[in-house]
């Protein structure tokens, strides 16, 4: 197999765009790879690392800068349109024609591509029986959920067997359930057809089932090989530290990730954490960090390899410094009471009959796929949407009475950052500031405070900053006023694993000063963070406990990743629903 | 090439099932000409009919009422007689009236001494109708002053006028029959401004032209198949205007018919290749519908000689104003109503407005080159 000639040739490619500020930066930075025929290939790297700025490249869809890129045995550049005859892609937006139905759509690409009559009718049948749509052919794409439109664009792009598949980051997005349809469909597929595939990725576990990955990191190539190639470069390096009872696991990861100079990295999983030490540092001085914690040494995974090469990366150290976390601060009064929550849109009901409490200084996950319900619970607890019917109390008020009481008590963070873009960092803060009735000597003084804390720069334009920067400087926007509770709606969604890491260890810091906080995730792994959480499917709250009973609700132990509980949960729930309904 | 047909029909029974799925495509394209059309049709003249005045006689004298007789023989003005000023005021103040004419309480006396007086007041927020109120009142009183001397004998007269002023538009319904043939490049233009001018941004904003790009699809079939079924709309809205033109405002259709419909259609391909030209320079459907607008509408309005003679503009406007497709065209259909066939003018228009064609074709073409950068 090896002597076939590769399906995708890249040598010292060479992207560059001009940067929100004007200044060029390479995109892709001199990327040479290979792609084989027949087999599963990764482009493997977090947001902006530059997978779909390669992937349109090999698309025809973007002009090289610099270097050769040949598909398929053509020169991209030189005849894009014979490329584009020969290969399928799907881009991060599936491609789907919303008001058209999911046979239209599937017949508009065979159409497209050429297909003939009987061959598309075994084609788009099997697609559909794999998929298990052929119930909703007659449905409009747009009322599709993710996980459904997801799997659409993958039969959109497999109405005839194409000659390399492109999957530009296929499950970002979607529900682990559906993530896992996906790549079973995919799995079948490469099988039987002897498929070409380059597909981008962020999530790990996906890359482990690759045969071929390329880590790439600001537009670089990190390093390449099998799954197995890249776990070797953490070997050995790879423990796990379980805390004395009582002892959360965050409060263990906070001292062993403020040692950057002994430890890469170190999460909170499954009750203890997972930590990777130094190459350069030894066993004993690892150990000396936490002396209370048991020490043991763990199978090295990708997600460890991957921190490692990012780590090595000059300027990979973003944590900002933290200051000695002060003693927990805890009472049994709880801030937040949610009683019977209901909230309908006309004849759907978003969020059904939901009920749970957060106490002070708690950090609360709220989990599930697209449409679950999160954000509408979200707005309805920080006061942006009334509830249809049920009780709701936050800081001790009635949010149904006295919403702008409430409302000084408690800081919000939007997805998608309210920050005004054509303002400096400072402009920004001095205008929430006064936003919160903050005025003077005492508004200059949190601001400072603030901008200590989170380590920004004051000059700079908001609008250009990095994702992460921007994350950041819309958490200190949000805690501005000194709030008791702090509402975060995905903070993480689309920034990069190391600024992840600096943004849970300021979120445990502020729950150990007290501040109770609400966050939504679609970061599985994120929910061992957390004191509780609550998964939310369809609106109803499937699971609500610490991330342990949850694991054993979903009847795994400690070793069960939070993504297998959460199918495991939400599986059982659907199979109840039928058996009730049946 | 069986290639290039199949992948056209796909694609034109995309297009044409989103057209015709989208609620508000259809509304504009269907519903917008008939609301401009009644709009600009009655709403919009030059001409003053039934003007309503209140007329106020303080004297009870017959000869005062004979004064202004004329006023309710005039098609022009409507009177509404009211008590007393107050009255005449109050309905003035709310719009009701747009003028008032006042008898005095000694207003047959004084006519016996041949010095009568007549109080006209007129509205004047609306320069335009108040001058051709005010002639219409002169006339309407004058005229029964005319009378009169004739009755009296020269000499004890309220005035000597005996000028019955022409008002300018003031003849027949000759500013519809102007109007409603230029409504027809303004609803040609809309057409395009609102309608083809979201297609290509809609597609770049959803993501889809990046997946109909990585297929065999050629961007004039692309082209192609977003022009034609807004072709169909616009044809329909063609044969709108013209049946209302001819049985709704009765302009007389002079010229040929078939011409008529030849230069709409292609007036109507130029606009909506400028609107998909626009979408696909923009790619953002709120910019584009802004800049349809801003560039193709209001100039059409403004500057094509739909409202304005602009041979009395500044050499700087008329210039602006051949450069505009809806220029040519405008000459060109008041010539075939209301003149008749006029070869030459025929030519030269369709002649320009396919040059139209193929240019923002071209460019178009370029906007759709399968490129993200």
Known sequence: MNEAPPVVA???????FAAPDGTPFAAIDDISLTVRPGVLTALVGPDGAGKTTLIRMIAGLLQPDGGSLRVLGHDVHRDPQAVQNRISYMPQRFGLYDDLSVQENLDLYADLHGVPDDERRERIGRMLAMTDMARFVARPAGKLSGGMKQKLGLACTLVRSPDLLLLDEPSVGVDP????ELWAILEQLIERDRLSVLVSTAYMDEAARCDALYVLHHGRLLAQGTPDDLRALAQGLTYEATPPPGVPARAVQARLID???????AVPRGGSVSLIRRPECSEAAMAALVPDAAITPREAGLEDAFMLLLHAQPGADVAPA???APPLVRDAEPVIVVRDLVRRFGDFTAVANTSFDVRRGEIFGLLGPNGAGKTTTFRMLCGLLPATSGTLQVAGVNLRHARSKARARIGYVAQKFALYGNLTVRENLRFFAGAYGLRGAAADARIAAVIKRFGLDPAMTSGILPTGYKQRLAMAAGLLHQPDILFLDEPTSGIDPLARRAFWRTITELAAEGVTIIVTTHFMEEAEYCDRIAIQDAGRVLALGTPQAVREAAGGDHTMDMNRAFIAIVEQSRANGESAAA | MSGFFTRLRALLRKETRQMLRDRSTLLVGLMLPVVLILLFGYGLSFDVRDAPVAVVIDDPAPVARDAVAGISGSP????????????????????????????PSDFARRRAMGDAQVQVIINGTDTASAVIIEGYLDSAIAETSLHD???TGPGGSVGAVTVVPRMWFNDAN????????????????????????????????????????????????????KIVPYLLIGAIDIAVCLLSARFIFHVPIRGSLALIVLTSLLYLAVSLLQGLWISGVTRNQFAASQVALLASFMPATMLSGFIFDLRNAPLVVQVISHLLPATHFMAVIKTLFLAGTVWSAVVKACAVLSLYILVLGLLTHRTLRKRLD
């Not at chain 2, 022009?76 to 008898?103: G, S």
């Not at chain 2, 057409?191 to 699809?217: C, D, K, Q, Y």
């Open chain 1, 10 to 16: 890249i040598e010292g490619l060479r992207k560059v």
């Open chain 2, 174 to 225: 000759e500013s519809t029959w102007y109007l409603v043939p230029g409504l027809l490049v303004l609803i040609m233009t809309l057409i395009g401004a609102f309608l083809t001018s979201l297609l290509i941004a809609r597609e770049w904003e959803r993501g889809t032209l990046e997946a109909l790009f990585v297929t065999p699809v050629r961007p004039t079939e692309i082209i192609i198949a």
């Open chain 1, 177 to 180: 359930l559906s993530r896992r």
């Open chain 1, 259 to 265: 040692a950057p100079s002994r430890i890469v990295d």
């Open chain 1, 322 to 324: 933290a200051s000695p």
């Open chain 2, 149 to 151: 001397s004739d009755r």
């Open chain 2, 76 to 103: 022009y003005l409507a009177p509404v007689f009211v008590a007393d000023m107050a009255d005449a005021i109050a309905l003035m103040r709310a719009h009701r009236v747009d003028a008032i004419v006042h008898l």
